[in-house]
């Protein structure tokens, strides 16, 4: 690391401190807002609570910054890549099923702490080796282009109100100057959503029947409600089917603090560490994922706003966690957001699960993954074959029994597992981590 990047990013935290508390508020504020519209779209998707999403969002926000020693300016919001997961084990929204798959994010937390483990035991490059493009990136493929039916069924109820929330995002992305070119997804729900109610397509009794202030976890959408008295195959099921997923957001998370260190010109890989910051994903998304709220995952957007106004104090930050779990406490918003048409959905899904397989093909582009080698075309080809393949199939599954208890792995759980082992097994190591790099490396899921 130069000194002149960490005097950059030195003076961008020292100006930050003289802006005065009302300008902080404000830029407070905004990070909020640009997190918002893609956090609250995960609940909406799957079932779980807005309230209990905004609020584990600005608690899991604020414990990842004290274990990170408050020296990294990310956000963490909902993550879009756990969403097939939810899907498998309440395909519906079940209430009574989305503790499981709760349960299983939970676990999934757990992954990132022995990660976290390894690299600060062995170092990151003998690590991340067993981690390389070449498994990650068809595994975020494959996420996307699973999640692809349900965000036709969506759009079908109303292609009209659909094709004008597409239109919002591609404008804002593409011609979008300063913050409308980072909030899309924000503009593309709000616009859509107006031309919804324009159209007559939305009832609002549920949010004038709403108090203005109430708790935001509910009991019966923990997964402490599923005790004592859980379905213990459900629970195998559900972990072997999600916890999979964490191999690709882990691979995000490194991808998002790498990109965060390029924007403020300081290498948090090395302080407070990458072991720190995946430290402290992982226990945000086990927070949340507890009480009932989606995955957490540092935000791309937000680090979008950073490099827009250049003030990079993690203070700024913390006052939009603040800001998120105010709003949790307002039952009003949660029923605005939960009227959301399913046209309006699915028109913010179809670009954004189309996204999450892009960045999976830039992930393999980024990284100089080598096809003209036997053994990344076999990986590639049996994860991208094993995880669509079998989820569209008439199993949807692969089942079978141990010691009496039924477990059943989905197409991706599959995929990833024999894409990790393979990559093992086979001879050649192409792939070599380096955290002194400063780049991004493609992997994100948000718009």
């Not at 483990?117 to 282009?145: D, E, H, Q, W």
Request: hydrophobic content about 50%.
């Amino acid at each position: 690391m130069s000194n002149e990047k960490l005097k950059v990013g030195s003076e961008a935290i020292y100006d930050a401190a003289k802006l005065g508390k009302g300008k902080m508020l404000i830029l407070g504020a905004q990070h909020m807002f640009a997190m918002f519209g893609a956090t609250v779209l995960v609940p909406v998707l799957t079932g779980l609570s807005v309230s209990t999403t905004l609020l584990c969002a600005g608690l899991g926000t604020l414990l990842f910054h004290l274990i990170a020693k408050g020296k990294v300016p990310a956000f963490l919001g909902s993550s879009f890549a756990f969403l097939a997961g939810y899907w498998a084990i309440a395909p519906n929204g079940e209430a009574e099923l989305l503790p499981y798959a709760c349960f299983a994010v939970a676990c999934s937390g757990i992954l990132y702490f022995i990660l976290a483990a390894l690299i600060k035991i062995y170092g990151s490059k003998k690590v991340m080796r067993f981690f390389p493009p070449i498994v990650t990136g068809p595994i975020i493929i494959a996420i996307g282009l699973n999640l692809s039916q349900s965000a036709i069924d969506n759009c079908a109820n109303n292609w009209l109100i659909a094709i004008i929330a597409i239109a919002i995002i591609v404008v804002c992305n593409i011609w979008g100057k300063g913050m409308i070119r980072i909030v899309p997804i924000l503009l593309g729900v709000v616009g859509s959503y107006l031309a919804a109610a324009a159209m007559g397509e939305v009832d609002f009794s549920p949010v004038a029947e709403a108090a203005w202030i109430g708790l935001p976890i509910e009991w019966n959408r923990t997964v402490f409600s599923l005790f004592p008295g859980a379905d213990t195959s459900l629970l195998i099921t559900a972990v072997i089917t999600i916890v999979p997923i964490a191999l690709a957001t882990m691979v995000e998370h490194i991808g998002d603090i790498s990109a965060i260190s390029s924007t403020v010109g300081i290498n948090y890989m090395k302080s407070p560490g990458l072991h720190r910051t995946l430290m402290g994903d992982g226990f945000a998304t086990s927070l949340s994922a507890l009480f009932g709220g989606p995955a957490n995952t540092t935000y791309g957007e937000n680090t979008g706003v950073l490099s827009l106004t250049k003030v990079y104090d993690p203070k700024v930050i913390q006052i939009a966690a603040v800001f998120a779990s105010l709003f949790a406490f307002c039952p009003k918003i949660s029923a605005l957001i939960s009227c959301m048409p399913a046209a309006t959905m699915g028109g913010v899904s179809l670009v954004l699960y189309g996204m999450i397989s892009a960045v999976g093909v830039r992930n393999i582009v980024e990284t100089k993954v080598d096809f003209t080698e036997n053994r990344n075309v076999l990986i590639a080809a049996l994860i991208l074959v094993l995880s669509i393949g079998i989820n569209y199939s008439s199993l949807g599954a692969v089942t079978f029994t141990v010691a009496g208890v039924t477990i059943s792995l989905s197409g991706l759980a599959v995929g990833s597992l024999v894409g990790i082992v393979m990559n093992a097994v086979l001879p050649g190591h192409p792939y070599e981590y380096n955290e002194d790099n400063l780049d991004p490396t493609g992997v994100n899921f948000e718009v």
